[in-house]
């Protein structure tokens, strides 16, 4: 069971990415879905979340009208839009699927309720 991230890099402020994240050895049909991302010393920290049925998506402040998360269902695959990023978004981005949810938004900022981890994609914004 592996969860791949991919689509990180180097880009300047303003710019934008589009991270995307397969999974094999794993149905994410039934699964909600999660973006994280963490910078050195610092506790992982919630980007997006959107719900198995794709009907429902939630985000951080921090991210809310620049990060659009989605998924494909039909290829096993989830994506993180990334739009006019800048350098407080650098960092390592993990995705993450989860089974059980729950109705409170917060259930999902914690990164303890999700059972597959993909190894992460650097992505560094510069001034």
């Given at each position: 069971?592996?969860?791949?991230?991919?689509?990180?890099?180097?880009?300047?402020?303003?710019?934008?990415?589009?991270?995307?994240?397969?999974?094999?050895?794993?149905?994410?049909?039934?699964?909600?879905?999660?973006?994280?991302?963490?910078?050195?010393?610092?506790?992982?920290?919630?980007?997006?979340?959107?719900?198995?049925?794709?009907?429902?998506?939630?985000y951080s402040d921090s991210v809310k009208g620049r990060f659009t998360?989605?998924?494909?269902?039909?290829?096993?695959?989830?994506?993180?839009?990334?739009?006019?990023?800048?350098?407080?978004?650098?960092?390592?981005?993990?995705?993450?699927?989860?089974?059980?949810?729950?109705?409170d938004n917060r259930f999902y900022t914690k990164p303890a309720r999700?059972?597959?981890?993909?190894?992460?994609?650097?992505?560094?914004?510069?001034?």
């Amino acid at each position: 069971v592996q969860l791949q991230a991919s689509g990180g890099g180097s880009v300047q402020t303003g710019d934008s990415l589009r991270l995307s994240c397969s999974a094999s050895g794993l149905t994410l049909r039934n699964r909600f879905m999660g973006w994280f991302r963490q910078t050195p010393g610092k506790e992982r920290e919630f980007v997006a979340y959107i719900s198995w049925r794709e009907s429902y998506t939630y985000y951080s402040d921090s991210v809310k009208g620049r990060f659009t998360i989605s998924r494909d269902n039909a290829k096993n695959t989830a994506y993180l839009q990334m739009n006019s990023l800048g350098p407080e978004d650098t960092a390592v981005y993990y995705c993450a699927a989860g089974a059980r949810g729950d109705n409170d938004n917060r259930f999902y900022t914690k990164p303890a309720r999700y059972g597959y981890w993909g190894q992460g994609t650097q992505v560094t914004v510069s001034s």
